[in-house]
């Protein structure tokens, strides 16, 4: 069964046609590029009425040297963390008449390259990369023909706007939390070691227990990939190896909640037993049996401000690259040591 017209869809060419002129002529009246006499434009502006012709947004972009869309490069579509930074990006976005494109690099270069190359045959005004393993020089390379904002860099480039939290501050701040409850046998859960932030998270830890006067017991460090598994893992490792411990600062709340769950089925509550620090302060950790101390690392606000990053490098003026500062959200899940 065909169409009927009244279905067809309206081309610029009927309008045209009704307004007798040339399809050239209803392009400029469209995108506003040149000017066109008061008789012609009126023609035009009445066979757009009469015909209820719906100009394409995508043409008129491209007809004005844009594409009004910004790539993303995120890791992990399902993260909860970057789950949150991008509708960040998309609200900031979306009322400036931007359309974010979304693609997911997986912790891998190579393809985070072809995200890269992807994004650039779809013509898109910039990219956003939300952390990842591309090199600096990858990233260098990309913004010689886009603008380029990078999340958990700290580089500085022509055409680039890095920006990134200080995790060794956040390590610090989250280890000295523990220490002041009085706690001196912190485990520490580590994540992905091929993750820059994971091993400042680290370093901080350590620095934390160094000030203290405390000699850092590399075996209470133990491996993870920050997922939630990885911290359940490491409770039974810790548990298994028979290594004394009172408190765990996990490097993010997803293995936090994996330690959780693994300290429960060791019998040790939290924080009667063991008191329980996270990484992140994702909107869950509230939620938690019980509610997760966590180092707060706005994720939301990360999103907003690299897409107003983005927003300012394309009109021209110079980017605000700055994010706020960590800070620790106390709940019930640590408790101070008496005696």
């Not at 309206?10 to 392009?27: D, W």
């Not at 995108?31 to 008129?60: N, Q, Y």
């Not at 548990?239 to 490097?251: G, L, Q």
Request: with cysteine.
């Amino acid at each position: 069964m065909s169409l009927s017209r009244e279905s067809a869809p309206v081309t610029m060419e009927m309008v045209a046609k009704a307004a007798g002129v040339s399809m050239s002529t209803v392009s400029r009246v469209l995108t506003g590029t040149v000017a066109v006499s008061e008789t012609k434009r009126v023609a035009i502006e009445k066979a757009i009425a009469e015909l209820r012709f719906v100009p394409s947004p995508v043409a008129r972009s491209l007809a004005k040297g844009r594409s009004m869309t910004i790539g993303i490069v995120t890791q992990a579509i399902d993260s909860p963390f970057y789950g949150l930074a991008m509708r960040g990006i998309e609200d900031e976005l979306n009322p400036a008449g931007y359309m974010p494109l979304f693609v997911s690099g997986h912790w891998n270069v190579k393809t985070e390259c072809q995200c890269i190359d992807a994004l650039r045959a779809r013509r898109v005004d910039g990219v956003i990369v939300l952390t990842g393993r591309l090199t600096d020089q990858a990233l260098i390379e990309c913004a010689r023909f886009l603008p380029t904002v990078v999340t958990g860099r700290n580089l500085t480039a022509p055409g680039i706007c890095a920006m990134n939290f200080d995790h060794f501050s956040g390590g610090m701040l989250a280890t000295r939390f523990l220490l002041e409850s009085g706690h001196r046998r912190i485990a520490f859960i580590a994540g992905d070691p091929d993750q820059p932030n994971s091993s400042e998270r680290q370093r901080g830890y350590q620095a934390a227990l160094e000030a203290a006067g405390i000699a850092f017991d590399p075996d209470l460090v133990m491996p993870g990939d920050f997922h939630e598994a990885s911290g359940m893992l490491a409770v039974d490792r810790l548990v298994t190896a028979h290594i004394p411990f009172t408190a765990i600062f996990a490097a993010n709340d997803q293995m936090a909640y994996g330690a959780a769950l693994g300290l429960r089925r060791r019998g040790l509550r939290v924080p009667d037993d063991v008191s329980l620090v996270g990484f992140d302060d994702l909107p869950g950790s509230q939620y938690a049996a019980p509610p997760l101390t966590s180092v707060r690392q706005p994720a939301y606000e990360l999103g907003q401000v690299a897409a107003v990053a983005m927003l300012q490098m394309l009109s021209g003026t110079i980017p605000t690259c700055d994010l706020p500062p960590l800070t620790l959200t106390t709940r019930e899940s640590t408790r101070r040591l008496l005696g």
